[in-house]
């Protein structure tokens, strides 16, 4: 458990630090598109990548979450 947090953590604040540099560089408007998007950006490059299954189900649950 304490080696999945320590592998983790660095991510998770590298991931943070890039969102506010990002706040930096363009508009928040345009930040929260990119940041809305992000889970459909994963998604899709893990099925060409990692060769995940692409399935309509979690599609249209990634769209869902999209619109709020």
Same mark, same amino acid.
């Given at each position: 458990? /304490? @080696? *999945?947090?320590?592998?983790?953590?660095?991510?998770?604040? !590298?991931?943070?630090?890039?969102?506010?540099?990002? +706040?930096?560089?363009?508009? /928040? @408007? *345009?930040?929260?598109?990119?940041?809305?998007?992000?889970? !459909?950006?994963?998604?899709?490059?893990?099925?060409? +990548?990692?060769?995940?299954?692409?399935?309509?189900?979690?599609?249209?649950?990634?769209?869902?979450?999209?619109?709020?």
């Amino acid at each position: 458990c /304490v @080696t *999945s947090h320590a592998q983790a953590t660095p991510l998770w604040f !590298l991931a943070q630090w890039t969102f506010n540099v990002s +706040l930096a560089l363009t508009s /928040v @408007t *345009s930040n929260t598109i990119i940041s809305s998007t992000s889970s !459909l950006f994963t998604f899709l490059l893990s099925c060409v +990548l990692l060769g995940e299954k692409f399935c309509v189900r979690k599609l249209v649950c990634i769209l869902a979450c999209m619109a709020g």
